[in-house]
Structures are given as structure tokens and as C-alpha cells.
């Protein structure tokens, strides 16, 4: 499939990589200094650039500089970077009004996007929504619910878990550095339990279900638990897909003891892995499920959608917030949905993950530092070990990353051992793009 013209950020910006300066060109430095000068030092960056424009596979820099993205800004671009529909739909409700308040007077955008989650995730059930601003809030929000709906307040997270950086979803997040470090004390009434993580554990899913529901049973008890939150795929800490059998069976137990099972596809979701949700491919129909990233091309948007029994659990006036289901992130919503839908984006999403594994298992067989290539549609990773003993090597991955980004290739790492390079291409990049960047992080790795 070609990239069209409705998807790439308006044609007007070259899809090519093109580097005019060593990065960061003086341009970019300059505000990058003033970010140093002016912004807490814990929020950092990982490309040295100032970008002033992005669309298609490309981001553009202050001093000219076109980078091919990988990244997507973290799996949120995946309809593409200043995506035309989404543009002209914030645009025309940018002008229309910017903000009431749900709470105080609502307006449709809301009711529309309530509509299209519940019609789109997975489950034939009656189904609600609520709407906020970030991934965190909605995991947060997705606990506050199921608390009340079960009257039980223990809930379980797994072992490479990321959820947020808020209090509640820092103590479901599982890496210490640099998520939790010094940030305690954490919430209360939370548990790790092992996962599924085939690569490392060599367990079946039924094996590695087995270990994860004795732990539960016998450390907390089924009947004590409110909810179990997993990632179909999980994000940050490695892109690990489970076991065969594992999530359908962690599903069964929850339903056999009253527990709301919570799927957090802040990362997974919006076609990024070949289907609109990661649950479809993996067997699964969760009793909640909470979105962000993908959902609204870019604006701040996030989503709790579930069993109508269970979100119309809480009081009214206990959910909400100020700026919950902006109007103008809702306009964006709709219109990234449709092209989702109209560009049949879940399909591209299967492409671009076949383009992804092929270079890599090319580079995989060619050298063993290569421990796994991984992933499910255009959610794909590598992972890096030391060859004698199978230890994480998380060197070769950050060596690379910097390598690729120093040649103009937007590429991130993540993983509990930060030894995994990830790829997230926005699906609206073309193949020429996403093969040049895909070569120039496989040379970047031989070369090291
Ligand atoms: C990014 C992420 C979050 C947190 O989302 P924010 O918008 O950064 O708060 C939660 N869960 C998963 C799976 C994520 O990938």
C-alpha cells in the first residue's frame, strides 16, 4: 500500500531523511539550551532536536533537518503527525469552542467518542465510557470503578507492568528506575505477581497462568481481589507478548472468583497491532478496558470503556475532571477514528509489521547478539543479549538507538533491562521510509 496524500501530515512536507547539520544543528541547540535554563531537569529528551513540523514518516527539526520517525512520540501518532483530517477537525472545533467543562454543560463530541469505544473494543456487551486527559488517569480511573463495583480493594499488577507515573500507577508500574525511584511512598493494597514473558521464562501460557493464579490465590485471595490489570502486549517493559493461553486463562479465573478484569491498551490499541485492539488477536474480551496514546492523533485524550454494570458502579459526581473529554480532543478523536476505519489502518498496521520482522530476523540470523525479534503488527522489538549467557545486553541497544538518531533515524528503547530497541513507525509512513530506517539501525547494530 502506498501512503496517501489524506494521511501524510499534508504533502507539502518531503518524505525523505535529510540531515543538513550534525544534530543538534545550532538552531536546535539554542532551545535546547533555554529548555535546560527553564525546564526541571527530571524531565528529560532522547532526540537532541527542536522539532518545528512532522507528517507522514518524517520530523522536521528547527535547522531543516528530516527525521525518519520510528517512534511516533511513543505510539500516539500512529494515524500520522498533523494528520489532515485531525488537523481540520481541531481546527474547526478550535473555533467553534474550546472548552465547557463535561461536568458543567455537555456537548456531543463526548457523547460521540462514548459511542464509537463502546461499539469498537472488544466484548458484545452493553457497554459505558468515561473520558480524560492521560493514560495514567484513565488506569487510575479504570481502579477507582472497579474498587466500588466489587467492594474489594486489593489489585493486582505483573512483573514489567508500566501503567503511569501517577501514585496509584507508579506502584502498578514495575521498574524502579526511572519511574518510582525516590517518588515513595506508593498506594496501598497493590501486588506483583510473575507474568508471561516466553523469551526469558520458557513457560507455556497455561504453565506460566498456573504460577501467576497460585500467587494470587494463595498471597492475597481471589475473593479479597478487586481487580487484575495487565497489558495485552506489554509497552515499556520489553513489547513481551504473552504466552498462547495465558491471558485467556488469567481471564477465566478472574471471572470464576468476581474479579474485573482491566485490559491497559493505553499502547496497544488503535490498530497499532494489526487490529484495532490488541485483545482481538490474543482471544480476550476484558471487563474494562483503558486507552489513550492512539486515540485522538495527538491530542490529550484517554479513555475508560467496560461492562455498563461495572462503570455505572460509582456515585454520581465521583467521576470526572475539569478538562476530561476536551471538546477539541473529542473532535480529534472522531476524526482519527475515521481514518483508522476509512484507511483501513489495522491492515497497514499488519504490513508494516511483516516489513519490520523481515529486516530483523534478517539481522537476527546474521548475529546472535540478537535474542529475540518480536511484537504483534507495527509494535515490534528486538531484543539484545550477550551471546555466551543470554544476559540482557542493554549496551548494544542504547549504543544503536544513539546511532541511528545521530543518522537521522528516530528509534527508542525500553525493557526492564533497557535492552530492547522498539518500533512504532506512525502507519502513515511509506515502505521506502520505514526500509531505509529499518537498514539504518540493523547497520547500526553490526557496526558495533
Ligand atoms: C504510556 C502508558 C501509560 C501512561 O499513559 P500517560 O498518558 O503517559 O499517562 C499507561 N499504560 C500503558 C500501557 C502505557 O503504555
Redesign the pocket.
Known amino acids: 500500500m502506498t501512503t496517501t496524500d489524506a494521511m501524510t501530515g499534508g504533502p507539502s512536507l518531503p518524505q525523505k531523511r535529510e540531515l543538513k547539520t550534525a544534530l543538534p544543528g545550532p538552531k536546535s541547540k539554542a532551545i535546547l539550551d533555554r529548555k535546560t535554563g527553564a525546564v526541571a531537569a527530571g524531565v528529560t529528551y532522547s532526540v537532541p532536536v527542536a522539532v518545528v513540523a512532522a507528517g507522514g514518516g518524517v520530523v522536521v527539526d528547527a535547522d531543516g533537518n528530516s527525521l525518519i520517525d520510528l517512534g511516533s512520540g511513543?505510539?500516539v501518532t500512529t494515524v500520522g503527525n498533523a494528520n489532515p483530517r485531525v488537523a481540520a477537525a481541531v481546527a474547526a472545533q478550535a473555533a467553534a469552542f474550546t472548552h465547557t467543562c463535561f461536568m458543567v454543560s455537555p456537548y456531543e463530541g463526548y457523547v460521540e467518542v462514548a459511542e464509537k469505544l463502546n461499539e469498537l473494543t472488544p466484548g458484545s456487551f452493553d457497554k459505558r465510557t468515561a473520558l480524560f486527559?492521560?493514560?495514567?488517569?484513565?488506569?487510575e480511573n479504570a481502579i477507582k470503578i472497579a474498587r466500588t463495583y466489587t467492594k474489594r480493594t486489593a489489585v493486582v499488577a505483573f512483573d514489567h507492568?508500566?501503567?503511569?507515573?501517577?501514585n496509584l500507577?507508579m506502584a502498578l508500574?514495575a521498574k524502579a528506575a526511572p519511574y518510582k525511584t525516590g517518588f515513595g511512598p506508593f498506594a496501598s493494597d497493590i501486588y506483583r505477581v510473575a507474568g508471561s514473558y516466553p523469551f526469558r521464562d520458557g513457560l507455556s501460557g497455561q504453565e506460566a497462568a498456573k504460577r501467576a493464579i497460585s500467587q494470587m490465590d494463595k498471597q492475597i485471595g481471589g475473593d479479597q481481589i478487586a481487580a487484575v490489570i495487565i497489558?495485552p502486549v506489554?509497552?515499556?517493559g520489553g513489547f513481551i507478548v504473552p504466552a498462547e493461553g495465558f491471558l485467556e486463562t488469567i481471564v477465566d479465573w478472574c471471572r470464576e472468583n468476581g474479579i474485573v478484569f482491566i485490559a491497559?491498551?493505553?499502547?496497544?490499541g488503535f490498530a497499532r497491532t494489526g487490529t484495532m485492539f490488541a485483545s482481538e488477536q490474543l482471544g480476550i474480551e476484558p471487563d474494562m478496558i483503558?486507552t489513550?496514546?492512539g486515540v485522538a492523533g495527538g491530542m490529550?485524550l484517554?479513555a475508560v470503556t467496560g461492562r455498563t454494570e461495572i462503570m455505572d458502579a460509582p456515585h454520581g459526581g465521583g467521576l470526572g475532571g475539569t478538562y476530561g473529554g476536551n471538546p477539541v480532543a473529542c473532535a480529534a478523536a472522531l476524526a482519527t477514528i475515521e481514518s483508522y476505519e476509512e484507511e483501513n489502518l489495522a491492515a497497514r498496521a499488519q504490513e508494516i509489521g511483516q516489513i519490520i520482522a523481515e529486516r530483523m530476523e534478517a539481522l537476527a540470523d546474521e548475529d546472535p547478539r540478537v535474542g529475540e525479534v518480536r511484537g504483534l503488527g507495527a509494535m515490534a522489538a528486538v531484543e539484545f543479549v550477550d551471546p555466551e549467557t543470554g544476559e540482557p545486553d542493554a549496551a548494544i541497544a542504547k549504543a544503536a538507538a544513539a546511532s541511528a538518531i545521530e543518522q537521522g533515524v528516530i528509534t527508542l528503547t525500553c525493557g526492564t533491562y533497557g535492552n530492547v530497541i522498539r518500533f512504532l513507525p506512525p502507519l502513515s509512513i511509506s515502505d521506502e521510509l520505514l526500509n531505509e530506517g529499518l537498514d539504518i539501525v540493523a547497520k547500526a547494530v553490526r557496526a558495533l
Open positions: 511513543i505510539a486527559n492521560s493514560g495514567a488517569e484513565a488506569v507492568a508500566y501503567h503511569g507515573r501517577t500507577t508500574t497489558e506489554q509497552g515499556e491497559d491498551e493505553v499502547q496497544t483503558t489513550a496514546k490529550p484517554s
